[in-house]
């Protein structure tokens, strides 16, 4: 499995980005995928995931409004949709998957397939 990550960027408080992890290298029925971001000196957290095979889709509380992630499976490509921007936000975001898990997991402990990760940095 191969997740390659893409999308970040600099951004002013209150902008917009459109992060984008592409899959490859497995057929991903049954998995699930995860966004998570990472802080400087703060401790990897969930932002949103997905089934590649439902509609269903989670999202932290307190990101819950601003966030989207949607996903294309033709493409195999998930899509983290992010709005109006703060400050807090920046951190390197991680694309993940795995479906070890019988039900959708937020911890990052249950995925094993992680992208490298891109950096989002806003501005106040």
């Known amino acids: 499995v191969q997740l390659q990550a893409s999308g970040g960027g600099l951004v002013q408080a209150g902008g917009s980005l459109r992060l984008s992890c592409a899959a490859s290298g497995h057929t991903f029925s049954g998995y699930y995928m995860g966004w998570f971001r990472q802080a400087p000196g703060k401790e990897r957290e969930f932002v949103a995931g997905i089934w590649w095979s439902s509609q269903w889709a989670y999202y932290s509380d307190s990101l819950k409004g601003r966030f989207k992630i949607s996903r294309d499976n033709i493409e195999t490509t998930v899509y983290l949709q992010m709005n109006n921007l703060q400050p807090e936000d920046t951190g390197v975001y991680y694309c993940?998957?795995?479906?070890?898990?019988?039900?959708?997991?937020?911890?990052?402990?249950?995925?094993?397939?992680w992208g490298q990760g891109t950096q989002v940095t806003v501005s106040s």
């Open positions: 993940a998957t795995d479906n070890r898990a019988a039900d959708f997991s937020a911890s990052s402990h249950d995925y094993d397939y």
